[in-house]
């Protein structure tokens, strides 16, 4: 009795390795290793990139940008204005394409128009390195800027503003960078220049950036640091402790780069193929 009842559940749970045989292996489940992110054209050593576009798409992004529109002169007497019209702002075979044309269709004393763009109420940044890849336009009259404004509702001069890049046409080989607050701003802002060989700003791509921190702001071109600040260097309160938003633009006319004449050449474009944030770990 006992030898059957054996056999029997031998037989009932062979497959349960009842018989005195190797047991048979249970699979389980092997857990691979998380392959490594493939580099991306954006990375860039000892930084997180926290926002970055690449201008792929086939049009502007809205949810990156959004635009200020009208020819109020902009506190600098400008001959401009502003729209969100494909001939004056697109993308373009992976570029932003900012285009400054004469337009009989504006008001009189607006004899020109042009785009400006912002990340006002999407996105702004406190601290980090704020980089853009533009080509740039010239000619007498010709204005085109990347920069950033204060982002805590104080208005200008009192949010503070940070020119990463200015270029006049009439200075077609010199860029400016400059810092607003109250007691230093219009004509009184602390700034510096930077010369460059002939050709080199219209006739190809540089990047533009500054590297912002606590008590410190740095410029640099093409990777090159050409200009330092810090609260010892400005003649006022330095104001450079909240968030900022960025703006890119393309004027026409002014008081500090006076007005196109027979010499400036239409339609002008401002060629930009990134613009990218990034911040320390």
């Given at each position: 009795?006992?030898?059957?009842?054996?056999?029997?559940?031998?037989?009932?749970?062979?497959?349960?390795?009842?018989?005195?045989?190797?047991?048979?292996?249970?699979?389980?489940?092997?857990?691979?290793?998380?392959?490594?992110?493939?580099?991306?054209?954006?990375?860039?050593?000892?930084?997180?990139?926290?926002?970055?576009?690449?201008?792929?798409?086939?049009?502007?992004?809205?949810?990156?940008?959004?635009?200020?529109?009208?020819?109020?002169?902009?506190?600098?007497?400008?001959?401009?204005?502003?729209?969100?019209?494909?001939?004056?702002?697109?993308?373009?075979?992976?570029?932003?394409?900012?285009?400054?044309?004469?337009?009989?269709?504006?008001?009189?004393?607006?004899?020109?128009?042009?785009?400006?763009?912002?990340?006002?109420?999407?996105?702004?940044?406190?601290?980090?390195?704020?980089?853009?890849?533009?080509?740039?336009?010239?000619?007498?009259?010709?204005?085109?800027?990347?920069?950033?404004?204060?982002?805590?509702?104080?208005?200008?001069?009192?949010?503070?503003?940070?020119?990463?890049?200015?270029?006049?046409?009439?200075?077609?080989?010199?860029?400016?960078?400059?810092?607003?607050?109250?007691?230093?701003?219009?004509?009184?802002?602390?700034?510096?220049?930077?010369?460059?060989?002939?050709g080199t700003l219209k006739d190809d791509f540089h990047a533009y950036a500054i590297e912002w921190q606590e008590n410190e702001i740095r410029w640099f071109f093409d990777d090159q640091e050409y200009f330092k600040l810090t609260p010892a260097d400005v003649p006022d309160a330095w104001i450079f402790d909240h968030e900022f938003f960025?703006?890119?633009?393309?004027?026409?006319?002014?008081?500090?780069?006076?007005?196109?004449?027979?010499?400036?050449?239409?339609?002008?474009?401002?060629?930009?193929?990134?613009?990218?944030?990034?911040?320390?770990?």
């Amino acid at each position: 009795m006992y030898k059957k009842i054996s056999i029997l559940l031998c037989i009932s749970f062979v497959l349960a390795s009842c018989t005195t045989g190797t047991p048979v292996p249970v699979a389980t489940s092997t857990l691979q290793p998380t392959a490594t992110p493939e580099p991306q054209a954006w990375d860039r050593d000892g930084w997180n990139t926290v926002w970055h576009d690449e201008f792929d798409g086939a049009e502007l992004d809205r949810s990156n940008w959004t635009f200020d529109i009208g020819g109020n002169g902009w506190g600098n007497a400008e001959w401009e204005a502003y729209t969100d019209k494909p001939e004056n702002v697109r993308v373009e075979e992976g570029m932003l394409v900012i285009t400054a044309i004469e337009d009989p269709s504006l008001p009189a004393g607006r004899p020109y128009s042009s785009a400006r763009i912002k990340t006002q109420g999407l996105h702004s940044w406190k601290y980090g390195r704020i980089e853009a890849s533009i080509k740039l336009p010239y000619g007498q009259g010709i204005w085109p800027a990347f920069w950033m404004l204060g982002d805590n509702n104080k208005g200008w001069p009192a949010g503070g503003e940070i020119d990463i890049l200015e270029q006049i046409g009439k200075e077609p080989n010199t860029i400016h960078a400059t810092v607003h607050a109250p007691g230093y701003f219009g004509g009184s802002g602390v700034t510096t220049s930077l010369d460059v060989p002939e050709g080199t700003l219209k006739d190809d791509f540089h990047a533009y950036a500054i590297e912002w921190q606590e008590n410190e702001i740095r410029w640099f071109f093409d990777d090159q640091e050409y200009f330092k600040l810090t609260p010892a260097d400005v003649p006022d309160a330095w104001i450079f402790d909240h968030e900022f938003f960025i703006i890119m633009n393309l004027a026409v006319g002014g008081r500090w780069p006076g007005y196109p004449d027979d010499t400036t050449v239409f339609p002008q474009q401002m060629l930009v193929d990134y613009v990218r944030v990034y911040q320390r770990p």
